[in-house]
């Protein structure tokens, strides 16, 4: 069985390693000149990297875990000690913990709402949950100002958002945020660092596991070839890039379901894959100084700000004490305001705003700015957006075949949706299914 | 009693049986986001509005009750 695996991401190679060991013969169609997608590595000291995508991984993500032990790569825990910096309006503040200089009773009373919707959520298939045509209905925003009463709520609501899933509470809707949340294991699990979703990173940088996923699939794996077009037919499918045609009996389309829908399908596609779908809108900024300077005076490197550009901040430095990495999350609309500035004017803002959270810090030896809203093979980031309508219409069909064209990426798992482990998990489901459905038909390899 | 009341809220919040009065909600794998959980029910249940300051110095049910107990009109 001949495969074509459209995507050199996380999806993408964890499909085609699974079909290789199954016994299919496969090719990798990458359009960057990189394998990873949205992981991907920078080396700000020789030797030392940071991520420009995505980067922290927890216990329950079992599949990641995994692979990451398969491939020989190690996480390294991302506590924080120290005191946090708040920014919120009131003054600046630094406080023990990460809990904001907020009322906690307005805080619990929104985590009450959210964990009540959350709960209500059909994990298996959103679209069947209880009142979903409502909650497919009616936007973030829209429920925020109804269910919201408090002015440190609504504070403190578009920052939760953007921090969780890069979005505008305006750009999704009730029901795909509830979805997320309850999809990546609650908001405790999603927001806690130790014990949660941001318990580790990989050692070394998370690009490492695509590259080494791809070490191993050696030539199958080609690069710099956008697909344009998938046609098939009875006999078989051709997938089209702009320098050739590459022929099989399946292909898998590991693209997030904005550029999935771009393809031009013969025969086209029974339903579209987006529509309102609006992209997550992350800009990921790194600052490095000589060391954690910040730690010195007794600072985590965590803050939050109302203000843009930097919404938080953490301490991403590399574990073996090179550098010190400051990491800034520019996010919702942020994000959109910042990502139009130039580069001088980005560095600016966002060396200003470090040196506001974190007192006598020198100005930065170096600066990165990594700005997915315009990465022109991601489409925003963290994940795709479900606006108003996109569940009900897109999520039945977000992962049935097209005849001889199956689906994955992290948008098509209801598991960790948006997540590497969403990403993985999508790639073992689809090479199950693939592998499963030949032999049955009594193909062979 | 007031402590069995916030026993259950501790309960509810944490998901686990094993609450007793004793029990230190951090202790039990209660976090800062969970804590404010309890607050806003403490609120609803008591009228009582506490910080997240007075929650770190108070974090089994019995302290807490004490603590909404001293602050009930
Ligand atoms: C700033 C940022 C922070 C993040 N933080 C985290 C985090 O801390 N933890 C976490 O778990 N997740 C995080 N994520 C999300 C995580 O990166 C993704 O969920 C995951 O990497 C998605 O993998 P994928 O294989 O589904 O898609 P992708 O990685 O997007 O892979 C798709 C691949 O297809 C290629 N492609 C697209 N169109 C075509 C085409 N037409 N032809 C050929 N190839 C094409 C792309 O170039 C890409 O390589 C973050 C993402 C970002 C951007």
Redesign the pocket.
Known sequence: MRVIV?????????AATDLAAGGAQVSV????D???????GIEVAPGSWV???????GER?TE?NALLAELGLKTTPTTMTGESRFALGHGDQTRPGRFPPLSAVALGDMFELLDELTRTIRLDAPWLTPNASYLDSVTALEWAQRKLTHPDSQLFFPLFLGEMM?ADPADVSVLHMAFYLSSGGGTRYLNAFEGG??QD?VYGG?HQI?EELAARLGDRIRLG????AIRQNSAEVVVC?DSGELRGDVAVV???PL??Q??DFTPALPVRRATQFTR?C???VHLVYPGPLWRAQGLSGWSVSAQGPLLSTVDDSPADGSVGVLTG?VTGLQAHRFSALNTPTQRGEAVAHAAHLFPDLPPPIGFYV?D?VH?E???G???ALFGPGDWIRHGPHLRTPHQRVHW?????STE?F??????VR??HRVAAEILTRHYSLGGTA | MMVDGVTDIFRRVLETGEVGTESDFFALGGDSLLATRVLSAIARKYGVELSFDDFVLASTPGTLARRIASATP
Do not use: N
Request: glycine share 14%; proline share 1%.
């Open positions: 459209v995507g050199a991401g996380l999806a993408g190679l964890t169609v990458e359009a960057r990189r394998v990873g997608g949205r992981t991907h991520d420009a995508g995505a980067a922290y991984l993500h990641l890069a979703a941001q990173r998370a695509c070839e956008a697909v344009r890039t590991a693209v997030p550029l999935a771009a393809i997550g992350a800009v990921k999350f990594t997915w990465e093979y991601s489409h980031c963290y994940a994955a990426g992290t948008e098509t960790f948006g997540l590497m482990e969403g990403a999508s790639g």
